[in-house]
């Protein structure tokens, strides 16, 4: 064989852990209310975004757009506005969406665990006053959701994925069950699931990248990426880009975001 043969681009072998061909991705970790704070990260990417050149640009966004924060129904509202129904940007269901859902279906067990996540802070943002919330029980959250919640938004929420895989990367909301194949994953292990993935060093089938579990700076390993940065406490939402073989890092309260 020709040494030209053997220098051919056709011969290189792509790596393993690559965005699918002229794509570039950035997904964005769990966001939890923080409207400024995503407005903030979507400049830092549109900044980033031009400074690399003509792409195939797409976004991606890891799920938990509620609780916690001040304002998850701004962050809805832009959610909606940036859907343009096809793969352009494509955004996951979190187990934070999941039970506001149930609740909105009548379910008791979800609305007192909406109460434990967070959902205070959802429901003042669509305009529950705080005295009605505080002197509700389970029950009565699920009357202040069904009252509160425009059936557009809880709809929109339904009809989340709950992964998405391109090229090399596989994205869910919380991870996946380890041994079991990723097209055959349960939508709420990939939602709910914590210990039994993150300390599971073997290989997935892909690189997951996913958010769910808070960590102080962003959790890369050999099988997975973790970006949920705990914006709503710290201050730093995340996001992942890639393209080709090359990731990278934004974050907001750093320099550049």
Partial sequence: MAIRDLLSPSRWKRPRHAAPEGQRWYAIGDIHGCYDLLNTLIRAIDGDDEQRGAADTRLLFLGDY??????????????????????????????????LLATAEGNRRAAALLHKMGGRETLLSYGVSAQDYDYADPPGIIDLVRAA??????DWLAALRSSYRAGGYFFAHAGVRPGIPLDDQAPSDMRWIRRDFLFHGADHGAMVVHGHSVTTEIDERANRIGIDTGAYASGRLTALGIEGAQRWYLQTGTPGA
């Fill in 149 to 154: 919640v425009p059936r557009e938004h809880l």
């Fill in 66 to 99: 509620i609780d916690r924060g001040p304002n998850s129904r701004g962050v809805i509202e832009l959610m909606m506005k940036l859907d343009l129904g096809d793969d352009k940007v494509v955004f996951l269901m979190g187990n934070h969406e999941e039970v």
